[in-house]
């Protein structure tokens, strides 16, 4: 995430960074993901950005109980800072499904009515298609209401008959 978050606040594409940094999309793909990368990609990137290595690597440095420089602000991501960019990638992964919905589902209206209008079958993928969409809708715009922490104590509470 720190690696998306250096990257987006340069307003970057992954397609630059990978360009800037001589790596693939794909690499830069799995490293904003947290997967595991080779050292030299991380150094690439690093250099890139004009940090140290372990700032992009947090996780690295707590494990050999690496304290960065006192005078070094290390790019750190807040949780609301990841949790922004969960909503925002969910965001962007349901404008993308009711764009293709739409279009899609164009071109299977205009074949419907190209080889048989008496018979409107196209009805039936879009509607299917369409409760699928409504269903993302609904998670992504949070509207049938979050099952987090505080929904989870209240049922316990429930269940219990008292406070935990």
């Keep these: 995430m720190i690696v998306k978050k250096l990257r987006l606040q340069r307003s970057w594409s992954q397609e630059q960074l990978a360009e800037y940094s001589g790596l693939s999309i794909r690499t830069i793909q799995r490293i904003e993901k947290g997967k595991p990368a080779q050292m030299e990609s991380f150094q690439s990137i690093?250099?890139?950005?004009?940090?140290?290595?372990?700032?992009?690597?947090?996780?690295?440095?707590m494990q050999q109980n690496q304290q960065p420089p006192a005078d070094q602000k290390a790019p750190l991501i807040t949780d609301e800072e990841t949790e922004a960019m969960?909503?925002?990638?969910?965001?962007?992964?349901?404008?993308?499904h009711a764009m293709v919905f739409?279009?899609?589902?164009?071109?299977i209206l205009l074949v419907n009515l190209l080889t048989s209008p008496g018979n409107l079958w196209f009805f039936w993928a879009t509607l299917g298609w369409g409760l699928g969409l409504a269903m993302h809708a609904m998670v992504t715009f949070d509207w049938l209401g979050r099952f987090d922490s505080e929904w989870e104590k209240k049922q316990i509470e429930k269940r219990l008959g008292r406070k935990l």
């Design 86 to 96: 969960e909503y925002v990638q969910g965001l962007k992964s349901f404008y993308v």
């Design 46 to 61: 690093a250099a890139v950005f004009e940090v140290n290595v372990e700032d992009l690597q947090p996780e690295i440095a």
């Design 102 to 107: 739409v279009v899609i589902n164009t071109f």
